[in-house]
DNA sequence: AAGTTGATTCTTGGTCCAACAAATGAGTCG
DNA sequence: CGACTCATTTGTTGGACCAAGAATCAACTT
């Protein structure tokens, strides 16, 4: 019997995919789900996976690369791979992973999006401050004046701004304004130089605080929108 | 003037992963990056990234694995790799790929998130929202209605919300939302059987519409919030 | 003669194989 | 108890072949 057993044998159940990478790929896929396999347990060694699936070894590898790009496997030496989920962290690598200009539309996007989340949560954010939030968030607004870069300047600036989002409590959130975070800092980089240095950025923000400090929700939104309003407004100028 | 240069010389600036493969894909990012290549453009043969970077060509190949799961690169037979920019369509794909079961705060933060959003965005959507809008949302709950299964009525239910957010228009929130489909898809069927059967779910959606059709702000922010809750409450009872 | 069509060849990704290197867990021996 | 050896497993390489599509060219038709 030749070696080269074809691909779409009698076991195709399922994608008849015309690749056998994304064969093996759903099959490993339908194993874990249909194993009820948890995260923390291990998969077979890739030779295994191999003859399990009448694959080469390179097919199979192929397939664990793709598994491993979408954070479901973490794979070491000897150890074999084992399930993870860390497709949040994946998500994040995607979009730092930059081979695209940012567009005035994304820009006027995420600031809206902005807008929505960081205005429209003050109910939470009001509820769930305390003093030594305060006391850490006027800190690091001083250490966005003192920054020596426009980059980390802008860092503090975003951390600032994450920070704030992370009173709200909302795990999902958060997870998106992480993986946000480089499109941010690099819209943030272009536009908020001059704003920064000029040091616009740090009385607005202080504002913002001190509408925070004194549960003032319509003064908190109100500042807030103009805040980051004024970033757009920066951009437009070049 | 030979091209091979050899992976570990001095433009090793970043990411001494002690992994070839992931050396290959930095250069190649650093080739598409550095040599201002854009969308459509191509990539070298496979072949020949072999010998410029030293590598063999299942190593080349598991580099190009990666970006082809990262959405930046589409890659046809005979034809080559070409750039694309399909990360969004990635991380969609990423968020389908279930291993773990949905917790009950990943429901409280998901349900929160699109509180925050749908009862947020009332300025934009009455603004953007027309006649023809309004007939075609109602047209989607009777849909919804129709349905034969939980399946296809939780589609139906969260195609109602998805165009209300695209009257928002902002792409970037339309983007999370198609992301975050899969997980809200889930939700919706773990929970919602009993309420969509007794047409609960078509009786708030058409008081939303109401509301919205008389551009009344206040009843439609409380009835969404309502509606988003309703859910909620169904969760906990298994 | 020009255009079209068909076959042929060549390129290129897709898959497979065999082998070696490196890492590491496990067992063994001092 | 510790150091050492060994076997297993992933990481990497080089080579081989196949299939499909692009390119080229010859033959045929109009």
């Known amino acids: 019997m030749?070696?080269?057993?074809n691909v779409s044998d009698e076991d195709e159940t399922e994608s008849e995919s015309s690749s056998a990478v994304d064969a093996v790929l759903a099959q490993i896929r339908a194993m874990i789900v249909e194993g009820g396999l948890k995260v923390g347990d291990k998969l077979p060694t890739?030779?295994?996976?191999?003859?399990?699936f009448n694959s080469s070894r390179n097919t199979v590898r192929e397939a664990m690369r793709m598994l491993k790009a979408f954070g479901v496997v973490e794979v070491r030496p000897k150890v074999g791979a084992t399930i993870v989920d860390q497709r949040m962290n994946r998500a994040f690598d995607l979009f730092a992973f930059n081979v695209t200009e940012i567009s005035r539309q994304t820009f006027d996007d995420i600031q809206g999006f902005r807008e929505l989340i960081e205005t429209g949560s003050v109910t939470q954010i009001f509820a769930a401050v305390t003093p030594e939030n305060l006391i850490e968030l006027r800190e690091i607004n001083r250490e966005m004046v003192r920054a020596k870069s426009v980059i980390e300047a802008s860092e503090q600036d975003l951390r600032l701004h994450t920070r704030l989002v992370t009173l709200i409590g909302n795990k999902s959130i958060l997870d998106i304004y992480r993986i946000m975070t480089p499109v941010i800092l690099r819209i943030m980089q272009r536009g908020k130089t001059r704003r920064i240095i000029e040091g616009e950025t740090y009385r607005e923000h202080q504002a913002i605080l001190d509408a925070l400090e004194r549960r003032?929700?319509?003064a908190f939104q109100y500042l807030m929108r103009t805040h980051l309003r004024a970033g757009l407004s920066t951009f437009e100028e070049e």
């Open 46 to 52: 890739e030779r295994e996976l191999c003859e399990r």
């Open 216 to 218: 003032d929700a319509l």
């Open 2 to 5: 030749p070696i080269t057993r």
